[in-house]
């Protein structure tokens, strides 16, 4: 199950905390248009009409859990870009951390990641600026490592699309089960992207 603490240790009152964690578990079985607002809330252990007291509809839900999930990834990433060390350091911590809450967190980031087009308009392109500040921050420090003779990597914009991928796409195949465990997940994957870097 989905613990709201973990994920959303802001989020007020605790209940709106508890319907987001039943609509995680809820679209992550059914899938977002396959889910009703009766389901989240009785997942969460409420009347159906309690949902509305903290959110508009099942997109609003959908769109919460979205936007904070984006806005915790664009953290990451912009806390490794500006940490100590050298651009290959900084892109090892980067996806070794990047992908080991993508496969820590799995159920939730396949939400984050994976129901995009479900999003109302207005929704989506605020999802999309944080997906765009996100790919920016790592193009920059690809492109910092390049120029100090770091990175070898001939096209910036394609690389971090493809390491953003990387990352992302644990989300899809990770479950309990899956080997290695997160973290080395993470400490391998950022040894194929110093490969992919040409890290020298």
Do not use: N
């Amino acid at each position: 199950m989905t613990d709201p603490q973990d994920l959303w240790p802001d989020v007020r009152p605790d209940a709106a905390k508890r319907l987001m964690a039943a609509a995680v578990d809820a679209f992550a079985d059914r899938g977002f248009h396959a889910t009703t607002t009766r389901d989240i809330a009785t997942a969460a252990g409420m009347s159906p009409a309690a949902l509305y007291v903290h959110f508009p509809s099942k997109a609003a839900v959908l769109f919460a859990i979205s936007r904070t999930g984006h806005e915790r990834a664009l953290a990451m990433v912009e806390t490794a870009a500006a940490g100590p060390g050298d651009a290959a350091a900084r892109m090892r911590v980067l996806v070794a951390r990047f992908t080991t809450w993508h496969a820590t967190r799995h159920r939730v980031a396949r939400i984050v990641q994976y129901e995009l087009h479900a999003l109302r308009p207005a929704d989506f392109d605020v999802v999309a600026d944080l997906r765009r500040r996100t790919e920016r921050a790592v193009r920059d420090l690809i492109a910092e490592g390049a120029a100090a003779g770091v990175f070898t990597a001939p096209d910036t914009p394609t690389a971090a699309r493809a390491i953003l991928s990387l990352c992302v796409d644990v989300a899809r195949w990770y479950t309990p089960e899956s080997k290695p465990d997160p973290g080395t997940l993470g400490e391998r994957y950022a040894e194929l992207v110093m490969a992919m870097l040409g890290a020298r």
